[in-house]
């Protein structure tokens, strides 16, 4: 079984409320995850000191494998030179020197692809041809049974509610393409609002019988949400094994005093069918997490 810890949208500065970054720290010593996905925007305004704070910040978490991939705010918006030129100089020297990663855990291989584009788009993303090909050769030869993970800050499809939220240009393109590596999940942010489902939901591509599993977070720290999750805070937790993906989602509440499930999601890996007697249907009931049992609020 394969946990994974996905937060996103951090926004260290003026937006980011420590109190409920240390609710999320405390979360991730519980669960102990196997890996932990943040995607993108880890500041606010891609200031050295807000990447100083959460390069501190993600050195507080678990020490596990943690996979990171830059935000259209971790790129200077008014610093118009400083875009242009050198774009992504803090976050090299804070977060991550590599901008498009490969992390290969036991059973697991994780794709950030960095989709942010600061010299032809303000707040949406691309992911270009090259990358495709980067993460086509790091799914490669990789076993059947290997869990296959690709993140991107910028979201592939939209969200129900469709507010302000189109999918970046060429999404089908890169939908596509993910299909054909059978990539198993994507995990994204950007929205400030989770939305958990199938890529079969929106595009059924050049191949219906095989869907990716999207999982967008919310704002995992900042008080930035928007829409059902205005004001609001949110994380994912996904566990993977041979069969299933299951994913539980997570939402701060003052009156809680912390983050609570709100809703669970349970998918086959590949979109195919169980075959006769292989799931046990109480499955779909078992307790994810000790969280779980936790009242909800009000």
């Not at 949110?234 to 609570?260: K, Q």
């Amino acid at each position: 079984m394969l946990t994974i810890l996905h937060i996103s949208d951090l926004h260290f500065g003026p937006p980011y409320y420590p109190e409920v970054g240390e609710a999320v720290r405390k979360f991730a010593a519980e669960l102990s995850p196997d890996v932990i996905v943040a995607s993108g925007d880890f500041t606010q305004r891609a200031q050295e000191d807000q990447f100083r704070a959460a390069r501190e910040y993600l050195d507080s978490l678990p020490s596990v494998p943690v996979v990171v991939t830059p935000g259209n705010h971790d790129v200077p918006l008014y610093r118009f030179a400083e875009r242009l030129l050198d774009p992504y100089r803090h976050y090299r020297e804070h977060i991550s020197r590599d901008l498009d990663t490969v992390v290969r855990i036991p059973g697991a291989v994780i794709v950030a692809l960095n989709s942010t584009a600061p010299r032809s788009a303000i707040t949406n993303g691309r992911v270009s041809r090259w990358q495709l090909d980067f993460a086509r050769e790091a799914f490669t030869s990789v076993p059947d049974d290997t869990v296959r993970v690709l993140v991107t800050h910028h979201h592939l499809a939209p969200p129900p509610d469709w507010e302000g939220a189109e999918a970046m240009p060429k999404a089908k393109r890169a939908l596509d393409a993910f299909t054909a590596m059978r990539v198993d999940v994507v995990l994204g942010g950007h929205l400030h609002r989770a939305y958990i489902g199938n890529s079969l939901d929106v595009y059924s591509g050049f191949d219906p019988n095989h869907g990716i599993i999207i999982v967008q977070s919310g704002t995992s720290t900042s008080r930035r949400g928007r829409a059902r999750e205005r004001e609001k805070n949110s994380f994912n937790v996904l566990r993977i094994d041979s069969r299933l993906i299951r994913v539980t989602h997570h939402m701060y509440f003052d009156n809680a005093g912390g983050f609570i499930p709100t809703s669970r999601h349970i998918f086959y890996r590949g979109g195919r069918p169980p075959m006769p007697g292989e799931i046990d249907q109480r499955e779909h009931f078992a307790v994810e997490s000790r969280h779980d049992d936790l009242p909800l609020p009000g």
